[in-house]
């Protein structure tokens, strides 16, 4: 039976998988697949339902935007909580992205336009982040605890129009510092006092080939993770860095400008 219907629709990642599996194939398999269990328990306790596993990727349905959110606040900060436990570098790091948008239910899949922006929303957080669609934004009300960052308009592939997105994070009356899922990945534009600051540039794509610019952009986003493991750094955010792609750049300028003493580039 297909249902065609409007819907929330939360999409999920695992950032850098790739590397997390090529360290220890079967313990990487293992805690991704725990990861994902962790997150369908967070949106079954607020009335979602997981309609797919993907991989290294996670599709569910939510009838609130304001639900969707919950679930995924809520899981970002246990999985930060978990991912402290462990020793090793294979510690699954979420992005999540949430939409609204016509969806088209069939065979047990789930298709169409809310789950496409859904998942390019995804792929503009930062690991451990959350980003939502403006409709979801305007329809959460106001008293709910929750903070939005505007990321502006983006140009999202696959979506005609340009998208407004926000980046969305508990507010400071609903846990403090600590529930900021941000937390270990450097805050933007505000490096720790007494700590040397870094920020990793989107690394050039010099293959000639458009397609390869998300693998370009894969690798910078795994050292900004993999960097961010290091207490002794403050590492900058991904969307301050990424603005400089595709420009020339002086490292120099973009040190003062990032208030930061190292600058990584590469290609």
Known sequence: ???????????????????????????????????FRRLSECIESLGGATRELRG????AEFSKASDAISAALTFQKENSAHNQGISDLIRPELRIGIAMGEVLIADETITGEGVVLAQRLEQLAEPHGICVQSAV???VPKRLPFRFEDLGESKLKGIINPVRAYRVFDSPAAGGAESDPRIGIGHEMKPEPDKPAIAVLPFTNMSGDLEQVYFSD????????????????????????????????DVIEIGRTLNVEYVLEGS
């Open 1 to 35: 039976m297909n249902e065609r219907k409007l819907a929330v629709i939360l999409h999920a990642d695992v950032v850098g998988s790739t590397h997390l599996v090529v360290q220890d194939e079967t313990l990487a398999h293992e805690r991704i697949q725990g990861a």
């Open 56 to 59: 290294d990727a996670l599709v």
């Open 137 to 139: 934004h305007d329809t």
């Open 218 to 249: 894969g690798i910078t986003e795994d050292i900004i993770t993999e960097l961010s493991h290091f207490r002794e750094l403050s590492v900058i955010a991904r969307n301050s860095s990424f603005v400089y792609r595709d420009k020339a750049v």
